[in-house]
């Protein structure tokens, strides 16, 4: 699939990225502020270093960007990729729901022809 000149493998990364909830909860929190990736990992339950993992892994997908202020990076979630994201989504939805519709068109022909030698066996 690509998704406004991404690639599969780029949208691959974006989905892995998404794929652990605590990624999750960053990119949710850095798109409601700007947090420092030390204020961040104090809301974890693991070690500063695990927290700057997930974070290494939602910038490597383009999810967050950090900015340098002073001795802290700031990290903020990059709404245009969070858009890709969505339309990818949207894709996905579209395929799915056109594969659901295609099938719900062939139970109902199996039915009939189902219920048709019931009819002529009985």
Same mark, same amino acid.
């Given at each position: 699939?690509? *998704?406004?000149?991404?690639?599969?493998?780029?949208?691959?990364?974006? %989905?892995?990225?998404?794929?652990?909830?605590?990624?999750? &909860?960053? /990119?949710?929190?850095?798109? =409601?502020? $700007?947090?420092? *990736?030390?204020? /961040?990992? =104090?809301?974890?339950?693991?070690?500063?270093?695990?927290?700057?993992?997930?974070?290494?892994?939602?910038?490597?997908?383009? +999810?967050? %960007?950090? =900015?340098? $202020?002073?001795?802290?990076?700031?990290?903020?979630?990059? +709404? &245009?990729?969070? &858009? $890709? /994201?969505?339309?990818?989504?949207? !894709?996905? !939805?579209?395929?799915?729901?056109?594969?659901? =519709?295609?099938?719900?068109?062939?139970?109902?022909?199996?039915?009939?022809?189902?219920?048709?030698?019931?009819?002529? !066996? $009985?």
């Amino acid at each position: 699939m690509v *998704v406004d000149g991404l690639s599969d493998p780029a949208v691959d990364e974006l %989905f892995r990225a998404l794929s652990d909830a605590t990624r999750r &909860d960053i /990119l949710r929190r850095c798109a =409601e502020e $700007r947090p420092s *990736v030390s204020r /961040l990992a =104090e809301a974890y339950p693991m070690t500063f270093a695990a927290v700057q993992k997930h974070v290494a892994v939602l910038q490597r997908a383009g +999810l967050v %960007f950090k =900015e340098r $202020r002073g001795r802290e990076q700031l990290v903020h979630t990059d +709404l &245009d990729a969070v &858009d $890709r /994201l969505r339309q990818a989504l949207d !894709e996905l !939805e579209q395929t799915w729901r056109g594969r659901a =519709e295609r099938m719900s068109d062939l139970l109902p022909r199996r039915r009939r022809r189902a219920n048709s030698k019931e009819d002529t !066996e $009985r």
